[in-house]
């Protein structure tokens, strides 16, 4: 049986959703940075960025148009998508509403139930709820990923900014290794959720810059200008990185004092890899709190899932991946 702490956290995860996300972003973006790695903190359209900043950098073979920013990739539509109507719906669709497995399953909570309403309905909002339902397993919904790929499909679809960026995740990891990664169609939505201001699409789409990934040439220099843009949103895996380029110099001059600052600030939120950083950072000034710092990032599974034992000994700064 589940704890009673993931139950609670669930169920607030679920609450979360259904009085937050439609009602007001502000709110949304107060709950911090502990919500921003998980992809669930608003996005506010960010005016000074556009699509054209993010498709006209020269090494993307995947190049797109503004035109282009809403087309589907190539996730299997749901047979509803055309029958789709806001706020109103047909007996056809709502008798396929009621046949649905999540109506008829009396473990599903009724907050999931009147996601999927407002889904049929067209919300953007809900069909990204119900995709973070069966990407996580929430509410009594058992966990689909090809299910949560369709939803976040048709709210990207939309130009829903966190529904882009959990599809680009998706594509990147093969839904969860049950298809082969597909790097193009990742890059292609995290480019449409950054372009929107969403600071995990831009950090997403700054790692991807990084790495190469989507047939891209790596171009570190593009890559940390958009990390600094998320890590100004507030996304803490950004400051993290930010913090990690100036510390080797990669994409940017080598600065101590700046990689110090951003490091800092991600570790304010108790980030593992920031911690593994400055304390590499600060070793020769202040062995005692270097010697803290790296305990608490031993003790995550982020840095030693990824560095194992050899990471105590490592003297070079980690990056997210």
Not at 135 to 154: C, H, I, K, R, T
Not at 192 to 205: C, F, M, N
Not at 256 to 263: G, N, V, Y
């Amino acid at each position: 049986m589940r704890g009673i702490r993931q139950c609670v956290a669930e169920r607030s995860f679920l609450y979360f959703l259904s009085i937050y996300l439609p009602r007001s972003i502000a709110a949304m973006e107060a709950l911090g940075s502990r919500l921003c790695d998980f992809g669930f903190v608003g996005a506010k359209e960010d005016k000074s960025l556009s699509f054209d900043d993010f498709v006209e950098h020269p090494g993307t073979s995947h190049a797109l148009t503004d035109g282009d920013a809403l087309k589907g990739p190539s996730v299997r539509r749901l047979s509803m998508w055309e029958k789709l109507v806001p706020r109103r719906m047909s007996a056809t669709l709502e008798e396929e509403l009621e046949s649905h497995p999540v109506m008829r399953d009396p473990r599903v909570d009724f907050i999931v139930k009147n996601f999927l309403r407002e889904a049929y309905l067209g919300s953007a909002e809900s069909q990204y709820s119900i995709g973070c339902c069966y990407d996580g397993g929430f509410g009594g919904v058992e966990q689909n990923w090809e299910e949560a790929g369709q939803w976040y499909s048709l709210a990207a679809s939309q130009g829903h900014p966190m529904a882009a960026n959990n599809l680009g995740v998706l594509y990147i990891n093969g839904f969860h290794g049950t298809v082969a990664p597909n790097e193009s169609e990742a890059l292609y939505w995290f480019k449409v959720s950054a372009s929107k201001g969403y600071s995990i699409g831009i950090h997403h789409l700054a790692m991807a810059y990084l790495n190469g990934e989507g047939m891209m040439t790596p171009d570190p220099e593009h890559a940390f200008a958009l990390f600094k843009k998320a890590a100004k949103k507030g996304c803490v895996r950004a400051q993290a990185n930010v913090g990690a380029m100036y510390m080797c110099g990669r994409g940017t001059m080598q600065n101590p004092k700046k990689a110090e600052k951003w490091l800092r600030k991600a570790v304010a939120s108790q980030d593992p890899v920031s911690c593994f950083n400055l304390s590499i950072l600060i070793e020769d000034r202040d062995p005692l709190e270097s010697r803290k710092l790296r305990t608490i990032a031993m003790s995550s599974e982020v840095v030693s899932s990824q560095y194992g034992k050899d990471s105590r000994s490592l003297r070079t700064p980690i990056f997210y991946r």
